[in-house]
C-alpha cells in the first residue's frame, strides 16, 4: 500500500539557491519508503501545505482491533467487535465507528505503528517529545512549533492545550520556556478562565492590580536576572494583550449554533475539538485536545461502546467542516496514542498494553486522503512488514516535514547540550504519504 517517492524532494537550502537539480547533486541518494537508512541532511517537502496541527491525544492506548485494524479472523478475542466495511474497498473498521468509516477517503490511516515501551509515562513522554524522561526538559511538538515559526494571529497565543493532563507533557515550553508554553483550557465549554475572571473586576482595579504585579516582576527580574522570571513577565504581557484582544471570542462556543454543537456531540472531546476548529480558523499555530480514560484494562467492551462513538462523532466532524472550509488543506489533523493493546482478553474482559503494533490517522496538509500505510500482524502483536513499521521518532519528524520544519536543526537546553526535533537523527519521515505538490 506504499506510494512512490516525490523525486522533487530536495533540501530546502538548495532549492533556494538552484533550479533543475536533485539530490544526487548534494551526495545523496533517494530513500525508499519512509526514508529508511538515509542521510542525516533534513528531507523537505517542496511545497508544504500545513500551516497549522490539531493534535488530537488519545490518553491511555487505543486499541488497534476495536477501531481501526480489527481483525476477525482471531474470533472469540474480538468479543463483540463487530467489523463494517468503510468506503475504501477492502479496509474494515470496528463498529463503534462508522462515521469515521464513511469519510476515510478524506485521510490517510496509518496501521504500521510501533514503540518500543508500554510504560503509560514514558510513552506519553516519548509520543509528545520525541524523547525518552531524562535530565533534560525536552520540549514537546507544540513548543518546537512555537519556537520555529512566526505567529499567523499576533492577537492569539501560537499554541493551546484543551482538556491536558495535569502533568503538563504537552502544555510546557521544555527548555524553551514559558514563552513557548501552551495556553491552556481545563474545561473547553468554558473558554479561557481567566477572561471571565477579568470580566468580575473592574477596569481600575484590574489595572491596578496588573500595574502591581509587573512592578514586583520587575523588581525580581533586577534582583536575579533569571531568564524563569523574564519569560513568565512576557507570558503576562501577552495574555494580558488577548484578554483586550478582539479576537478573544474564538474561545466562546456561545458563538455555534445548536445545530453545530450537535454534531460534535455532547461530550468534553467534541467541545474540545469544537474549540480546537474556532481556533484554528482563527489561525492558531498548534492546538492539542487531549481524551482520557482509554486505558481498558476492564470491561473494554462496555468502555468502547461508550467511548468509540463519541471519538467517531467528533473527529469526523472535525474533518468535515475542515473541509467544508477549506482549511483541510493547511491544516494537519493528527489523531495519535501512546501504544495499542494486546490481542487477548486480561483481566475483566479487558486488553493489556500492546506496543507493538497500533494505529494513528493524519488528514490534511498536503497528506494524500484515502491511503492506508501499513498493516499490523496477522495476531494484531505486532508490524506485518518491518520496512513499513513506523516508530514514534518517524510520526514526529513526519508531522515537522509536513509543516516545512527543519527537524534536525539543533537547539541549546539551558545546560548547553545541543537537542533538535530529531532525536539523534533516529527519525525518517513518511514522504510517500504526501501529495506531489
Not at 454543537?261 to 474540545?272: A, I, T
Not at 474533518?319 to 483481566?347: A, M, P, W
Amino acid at each position: 500500500m506504499l506510494a512512490n517517492l516525490d523525486n522533487s524532494e530536495t533540501r530546502r537550502a538548495f532549492l533556494r539557491q538552484s533550479t533543475g537539480l536533485g539530490l544526487a547533486s548534494l551526495g545523496l541518494s533517494l530513500p525508499s519508503a519512509n526514508a529508511q537508512g538515509s542521510s542525516v541532511a533534513t528531507l523537505f517537502l517542496k511545497n508544504p501545505k500545513a500551516k497549522k496541527i490539531i493534535y488530537l491525544f488519545v490518553d491511555g492506548g487505543l486499541s488497534q482491533i476495536d477501531s481501526f485494524d480489527p481483525k476477525p479472523q482471531m474470533g472469540d478475542v474480538m468479543m463483540n467487535t463487530k467489523v463494517i466495511d468503510t468506503k475504501i474497498d477492502g479496509v474494515r473498521y470496528a463498529h463503534y465507528f462508522p462515521m469515521l468509516a464513511q469519510h476515510n477517503d478524506k485521510y490517510c490511516l496509518i496501521r504500521s505503528m510501533s514503540t518500543g515501551t508500554a510504560s503509560h509515562g514514558t510513552g506519553v513522554y516519548v509520543t509528545h517529545r520525541n524523547y525518552r524522561p531524562g535530565t533534560a526538559n525536552h520540549p514537546p511538538i507544540g513548543a518546537w512549533i512555537s519556537k520555529m515559526l512566526p505567529s499567523l494571529n499576533e492577537n492569539l497565543p501560537k499554541t493551546v492545550a484543551i482538556h491536558e493532563r495535569s502533568q503538563g507533557i504537552g502544555s510546557s515550553g521544555g527548555f524553551f520556556g514559558a514563552k513557548h508554553a501552551a495556553t491552556t483550557i481545563p474545561v473547553a465549554a468554558n473558554g479561557l478562565p481567566a477572561g471571565k475572571q477579568l470580566a468580575q473586576v473592574s477596569e481600575d482595579r484590574a489595572s491596578g492590580r496588573i500595574k502591581a504585579l509587573k512592578m514586583l516582576n520587575e523588581e525580581f527580574h533586577h534582583l536575579n536576572k533569571s531568564n524563569f522570571v523574564r519569560d513568565h513577565m512576557d507570558v503576562l504581557d501577552n495574555t494580558l494583550a488577548l484578554l483586550r484582544s478582539p479576537d478573544f471570542s474564538a474561545f466562546d462556543l456561545s458563538k455555534e449554533s445548536d445545530q453545530t454543537r450537535e454534531r460534535y456531540g455532547d461530550s468534553k472531546l467534541g467541545r474540545g475539538l469544537l474549540l480546537a476548529r474556532r481556533l484554528i480558523e482563527n489561525d492558531v499555530r498548534f492546538v492539542e485536545v487531549t481524551t482520557s480514560g482509554w486505558d481498558h484494562h476492564n470491561n473494554i467492551m462496555d468502555e468502547m461502546s461508550k467511548m468509540g462513538p463519541m471519538l467517531d462523532r467528533a473527529l469526523a466532524a472535525l474533518i468535515t467542516d475542515l473541509q467544508h472550509s477549506g482549511l483541510l488543506d493547511e491544516t494537519l489533523v493528527v489523531l495519535t496514542t501512546e501504544f495499542g493493546r494486546q490481542n487477548h482478553i486480561s483481566g475483566n474482559k479487558g486488553r493489556d498494553h500492546g506496543p507493538g503494533g497500533y494505529c494513528q490517522i493524519l488528514a490534511g496538509g498536503g497528506v494524500k486522503p484515502g491511503l492506508v500505510y501499513g498493516e499490523t500482524a496477522e495476531d494484531a502483536q505486532g508490524v506485518k512488514e518491518k520496512k513499513e513499521k513506523v516508530s514514534p521518532d518517524d510520526f514526529f519528524v513526519t508531522m515537522a516535514y509536513a509543516m516545512g520544519l527543519d527537524y534536525n536543526k539543533k537547539y541549546l537546553s539551558l545546560d548547553k547540550r545541543q537537542f533538535s526535533m530529531n532525536n539523534r537523527g533516529k527519525g525518517s519521515p513518511l514522504n510517500s504519504i504526501f501529495a506531489a505538490s
